[in-house]
């Protein structure tokens, strides 16, 4: 946690799919306790750079360090520091909410698992629906189980792809609160979202993406939600 | 270590929860059976040398549709991505696909070598000891390079047909060495089967190491 490095420092990141840029020449530096909310129209490259940044997608281009940590392997303890949400909840669908999670603890070496699970669970309102299969869940229980296996092992790091999509309103403050808890306990957030209001009350950086460049940053929290919007539209208008 | 139990765990329960990998391996091995004991209407005194071509294509064939079905469990929900963030060495995950497709393939394996010998008219009773051995051998060779290239093939598009087709050809001296070994084994005991068991271990560990090594290259982008 006292770490002298970024958890994130990225220069010139690039990333082409078939000769197609997608992400082309990001700078982002993410120091502890940030929460940098990036914005962009569909195709822009945000979840690309997001799974660049959970070294789940390797950079054509650029150098990416991680805690100071960079290179083309990622050691394993690195990786613990890390946790990811994406599009789709990362859990298998013939297991049940608790054994999705009892197995990713497992992987993560998570201490008192039990209690730990019991305690995502909660606060993704699945305790009720804890011993049912993963199939059974609706979007938005699927996407709240995401955001808990993510969360499940406490790390240094959050990277969330448009975490507050189909959640209810309830469930949604629910994740608003508790990422501005993790970011008063020091822990660095990246979130893709298309939603500015929501992200405000948590954001301390704002990037707008555009055709896999940054287009337009915030210096600081998001202070005029019409002004980002602003922004964000003009990007939209660079649609891929 | 514990990392590979604990895939091999999850693996083994999904199967065991929703047993579509065993139901569809099962009915297509007894279809194929049936398929080659029709087709090759051969006298029963003919029909024992007969018996370990049908078994070994019998497995290759089932045993693919088995071992891909382990890597759509990662597809689904994209689920490998959970498996790459983890803190865990691809190679674990290389060993945790492994044994679960030993354990499935070595379960249809259970299956497939009675019903032969009930089709083919084989007793394998007497032989069974040695069997077990090619069996186990031809298994663990057969799944280790599945395994790797059931994991290049699900990130394909034709995936349905990328895995034998990258398989097949070169599991072919698999095939010949479990073949040799068996018909050796059923005609005259395990000593005559030395050639074909050296082939089948020779196999085994070339693809075993290989599968650990190379598929961190396979899996990560």
Same mark, same amino acid.
């Given at each position: 946690?006292?770490?002298?490095?970024?958890?994130?420092?990225?220069?010139?990141?690039? *990333?082409?799919?078939?000769?197609?840029?997608?992400?082309?020449?990001?700078?982002?530096?993410?120091?502890?306790?940030?929460?940098?909310?990036?914005?962009?129209?569909?195709?822009?490259?945000?979840?690309?750079?997001?799974?660049?940044?959970?070294?789940?997608?390797?950079?054509?281009?650029?150098?990416?360090?991680?805690?100071?940590?960079?290179?083309?392997?990622?050691?394993?303890?690195?990786?613990?520091?890390?946790?990811?949400?994406?599009?789709?909840?990362?859990?298998?669908?013939?297991?049940?909410?608790?054994?999705?999670?009892?197995?990713?603890?497992?992987?993560?070496?998570?201490?008192?698992?039990?209690?730990?699970?019991?305690?995502?669970?909660?606060?993704?309102?699945?305790?009720?629906?804890?011993?049912?299969?993963?199939?059974?869940?609706?979007?938005?229980?699927?996407?709240?189980?995401?955001?808990?296996?993510?969360?499940?092992?406490?790390?240094?790091?959050?990277?969330?792809?448009?975490?507050?999509?189909?959640?209810?309103?309830?469930?949604?403050?629910?994740?608003?609160?508790?990422?501005?808890?993790? *970011?008063?306990?020091?822990?660095?957030?990246?979130?893709?979202?298309?939603?500015?209001? *929501?992200?405000?009350?948590?954001?301390?950086?704002?990037?707008?993406?555009?055709?896999?460049?940054?287009?337009?940053?915030?210096?600081?929290?998001?202070?005029?939600?019409?002004?980002?919007?602003?922004?964000?539209?003009?990007?939209?208008?660079?649609?891929? | 270590?514990?990392?590979?139990?604990?895939?091999?765990?999850?693996?083994?329960?999904?199967? +065991?929860?929703?047993?579509?990998?065993?139901?569809?391996?099962?009915?297509?091995?007894?279809?194929?059976?049936?398929?080659?004991?029709?087709?090759?209407?051969?006298?029963?005194?003919?029909?024992?040398?007969?018996?370990?071509?049908?078994? +070994?294509?019998?497995?290759?064939?089932?045993?693919?549709?088995?071992?891909?079905?382990?890597?759509?469990?990662?597809?689904?929900?994209?689920?490998?991505?959970?498996?790459?963030?983890?803190?865990?060495?691809?190679?674990?995950?290389?060993?945790?696909?492994?044994?679960?497709?030993?354990?499935?393939?070595?379960?249809?394996?259970?299956?497939?070598?009675?019903?032969?010998?009930?089709?083919?008219?084989?007793?394998?009773?007497?032989?069974?000891?040695?069997?077990?051995?090619?069996?186990?051998?031809?298994?663990?060779?057969?799944?280790?390079?599945?395994?790797?290239?059931?994991?290049?093939?699900?990130?394909?598009?034709?995936?349905?047909?990328?895995?034998?087709?990258?398989?097949?050809?070169?599991?072919?001296?698999?095939?010949?060495?479990?073949?040799?070994?068996?018909?050796?084994?059923?005609?005259?005991?395990?000593?005559?089967?030395?050639?074909?068991?050296?082939?089948?271990?020779?196999?085994?560990?070339?693809?075993?190491?290989?599968? +650990?090594?190379?598929?961190?290259?396979?899996?990560?982008?």
């Amino acid at each position: 946690m006292a770490d002298a490095a970024p958890p994130i420092h990225a220069r010139g990141l690039a *990333r082409a799919f078939a000769g197609v840029p997608v992400v082309a020449g990001v700078d982002l530096t993410v120091g502890a306790g940030e929460v940098v909310v990036l914005l962009g129209p569909n195709g822009a490259g945000k979840t690309t750079l997001l799974r660049m940044l959970a070294l789940l997608v390797r950079p054509t281009e650029g150098e990416l360090a991680l805690f100071g940590t960079g290179g083309r392997v990622a050691p394993p303890e690195l990786r613990r520091r890390i946790g990811y949400a994406g599009h789709e909840s990362l859990c298998y669908p013939d297991l049940t909410a608790a054994e999705n999670l009892t197995f990713y603890a497992r992987l993560f070496g998570v201490g008192d698992a039990p209690a730990r699970i019991a305690e995502m669970l909660a606060w993704a309102g699945l305790d009720g629906a804890g011993r049912r299969p993963v199939r059974a869940f609706s979007r938005g229980m699927a996407q709240r189980l995401a955001l808990a296996r993510a969360m499940l092992h406490d790390p240094d790091l959050l990277l969330l792809d448009e975490p507050w999509s189909a959640l209810d309103p309830a469930a949604a403050a629910a994740l608003t609160e508790r990422l501005a808890a993790l *970011r008063a306990a020091g822990r660095a957030i990246v979130l893709t979202t298309h939603d500015v209001p *929501r992200a405000a009350p948590v954001a301390t950086r704002v990037a707008v993406l555009a055709r896999g460049r940054v287009a337009w940053s915030s210096e600081g929290p998001i202070r005029d939600v019409a002004a980002v919007e602003a922004a964000y539209a003009a990007a939209a208008g660079a649609r891929p | 270590m514990h990392a590979a139990l604990t895939i091999l765990r999850k693996d083994l329960g999904i199967e +065991w929860r929703t047993r579509e990998g065993l139901s569809t391996v099962f009915v297509l091995a007894v279809m194929l059976l049936v398929v080659f004991a029709v087709a090759h209407d051969v006298p029963p005194d003919e029909a024992p040398a007969l018996a370990p071509p049908v078994l +070994w294509a019998t497995f290759v064939l089932t045993g693919l549709l088995g071992v891909q079905r382990g890597f759509l469990l990662e597809r689904e929900n994209d689920c490998l991505a959970g498996l790459l963030t983890a803190p865990v060495d691809p190679a674990a995950i290389y060993a945790g696909k492994l044994a679960a497709n030993v354990v499935l393939l070595g379960a249809m394996q259970g299956v497939v070598v009675p019903l032969v010998g009930l089709f083919l008219h084989v007793d394998m009773v007497p032989a069974l000891p040695a069997l077990v051995l090619v069996l186990l051998l031809g298994n663990v060779g057969f799944s280790a390079l599945a395994t790797l290239f059931a994991a290049v093939a699900v990130r394909t598009r034709a995936r349905e047909v990328m895995l034998p087709l990258l398989l097949l050809p070169l599991v072919v001296p698999l095939l010949i060495g479990a073949v040799v070994a068996t018909r050796a084994i059923l005609a005259d005991g395990i000593a005559a089967a030395r050639d074909g068991l050296t082939v089948l271990a020779a196999f085994d560990v070339v693809f075993v190491v290989a599968g +650990w090594l190379l598929f961190t290259y396979v899996v990560r982008d």
